[in-house]
């Protein structure tokens, strides 16, 4: 909402129902007052009902055409979204089995230096790898929730 229908305390919907009604009153009240028979006055006034049963099933129509397209349009914004999480866990894993490689390999390296160092590093990586795809595990059970 912007900020000038928050100054005013009146947005769109709100006119609308309210010319809305206001058409409905001016009529009935033009019709009331009108110099009519009683026959000519029901027929006006069936008339009008039939014009705003038109007007009526023709907003219905607009309101689900809308509520369609843009449930449509979460749909497909959802699937977009997805699809970038499972691209993105995928290239996670891909760099972890990269980092666990190199892992490896900077262990075999530092075997014959130290091997209480190269423990310790393989252990932090490990312990990153399992935390990284902890994460990427929430984050689709998070989006298949929200399927």
């Known amino acids: 909402m912007s900020d000038h229908e928050n100054q005013n305390g009146m947005n769109t919907k709100d006119f609308l129902i309210g010319s809305l009604i206001g058409g409905f009153v001016g009529a009935a009240a033009a019709l009331l007052f009108a110099p009519k028979s009683g026959k000519e006055l029901r027929h006006d006034i069936n008339e009008q009902a039939k014009v705003?049963?038109?007007?009526?099933?023709?907003?219905?129509?607009?309101?689900?055409?809308?509520?369609?397209?843009?449930?449509?349009?979460?749909?497909?914004?959802?699937?977009?979204?997805?699809?970038?999480?499972?691209?993105?866990?995928?290239?996670?894993?891909?760099?972890?089995?990269e980092?666990?490689?190199?892992?490896?390999?900077?262990?075999?390296?530092?075997?014959?230096?130290?091997?209480?160092?190269?423990?310790?590093?393989?252990?932090?990586v490990e312990d990153l790898q399992r935390s990284v795809e902890?994460?990427?595990?929430?984050?689709?059970?998070?989006?298949k929730n929200k399927e």
């Open 52 to 97: 705003a049963k038109e007007r009526t099933a023709d907003w219905t129509s607009t309101a689900k055409e809308n509520t369609t397209n843009f449930a449509r349009s979460v749909s497909d914004q959802s699937s977009h979204l997805l699809e970038k999480v499972k691209d993105l866990a995928s290239s996670v894993r891909k760099d972890m089995a």
């Open 99 to 124: 980092l666990t490689e190199s892992a490896d390999s900077l262990t075999d390296d530092l075997e014959g230096i130290s091997e209480e160092i190269a423990a310790s590093v393989k252990k932090e």
């Open 134 to 143: 902890e994460l990427v595990r929430e984050v689709e059970e998070k989006e």
